[in-house]
């Protein structure tokens, strides 16, 4: 992580989550929606704000996102769209615009 030039804090309905910063209850709350199927949660995080789940996007630090390469060969591939649109599915959604018609990605910008 290095720092950036932007110090605002995003409030959202949805982000990609790679770091957690929780209480105990939290991530006692967040570990219902999981199974083995899904194990890596594919399309949990856009229902963060359907689970009334408060999240925020701090942009004074930028990571590199760093992914898998489907060339090695200690990786089981999975179709991360078809596990995220059946996981949505099942909380009543059909699409990625339903949920951000009911929940638009970013609810408020606070600058600091």
Same mark, same amino acid.
């Given at each position: 992580?290095?720092?950036?030039?932007?110090?605002?804090?995003?409030?959202?309905?949805?982000?990609?989550?790679?770091?957690?910063?929780?209480?105990?209850?939290?991530?006692?709350?967040?570990?219902?929606?999981?199974?083995?199927?899904? +194990?890596? =949660?594919?399309?949990?995080?856009?229902?963060?704000?359907? #689970? /009334?789940?408060?999240?925020? !996007?701090?942009?004074? *630090?930028?990571?590199?996102?760093?992914?898998?390469?489907?060339?090695?060969?200690?990786?089981?591939?999975?179709?991360? +769209?078809? =596990?995220?649109?059946?996981?949505?599915?099942?909380?009543? #959604? /059909?699409?990625?615009?339903? !949920?951000?018609?009911? *929940?638009?990605?970013?609810?408020?910008?606070?600058?600091?």
């Amino acid at each position: 992580m290095h720092p950036s030039k932007i110090n605002t804090l995003r409030i959202a309905n949805f982000i990609e989550i790679y770091l957690y910063i929780v209480t105990p209850n939290i991530l006692q709350k967040m570990f219902t929606y999981h199974c083995k199927k899904n +194990s890596l =949660l594919w399309g949990y995080d856009l229902l963060l704000g359907h #689970f /009334n789940f408060k999240s925020g !996007i701090y942009e004074n *630090y930028i990571c590199k996102h760093h992914c898998r390469q489907y060339r090695d060969t200690k990786i089981k591939h999975i179709s991360g +769209s078809r =596990l995220m649109i059946n996981f949505i599915k099942k909380y009543g #959604f /059909n699409s990625t615009d339903e !949920i951000m018609k009911q *929940y638009p990605p970013i609810i408020n910008t606070i600058n600091l």
